[in-house]
């Protein structure tokens, strides 16, 4: 069992940086690959980054490739979502989640799912 709980959302401007974390609880967090993902309203979740277990391997949307970089650090069990050049249509609730296994960019494959947390960026 993992719990995830999201932080570091808010309200920014075109061009300005975000860092978002997940805190994870559970024994078995260091053996999963870690998602983001993010739904704005009236749209469907969509993915945005994974990384693999170790960290080694990460994987992102072309929409933000190049923008975000995840990153895990498994001694504090956290993982992060570093946002840069954000844009209006980055704006969304901003989930981590996890599951065991095989990393996948499908939101639907995916265990425990944080709260979430609002990101809004303003033009």
């Known amino acids: 069992q993992v719990q995830l709980v999201e932080s570091g959302g808010g309200l920014v401007q075109t061009g300005d940086s975000l860092r978002l974390s997940c805190a994870a609880s559970?024994?078995?967090?260091?053996?999963?690959?870690m998602g983001w993902f993010r739904q704005a309203p009236g749209k469907e979740r969509e993915f945005v980054a994974v990384i693999n277990w170790s960290g080694g391997s990460t994987m992102y949307a072309d929409s933000v490739k190049g923008r975000f970089t995840i990153s895990r650090d498994n001694a504090k069990k956290q993982v992060y979502l570093q946002m840069n050049s954000l844009k209006p249509e980055d704006t969304a609730v901003y989930y981590c989640a996890a599951r065991p296994g095989t990393w996948s960019n499908k939101w639907y494959e995916y265990n425990y799912w944080g709260q979430g947390t609002q990101v809004t960026v303003s033009s």
């Open positions: 559970g024994r078995t967090f260091s053996s999963y690959p």
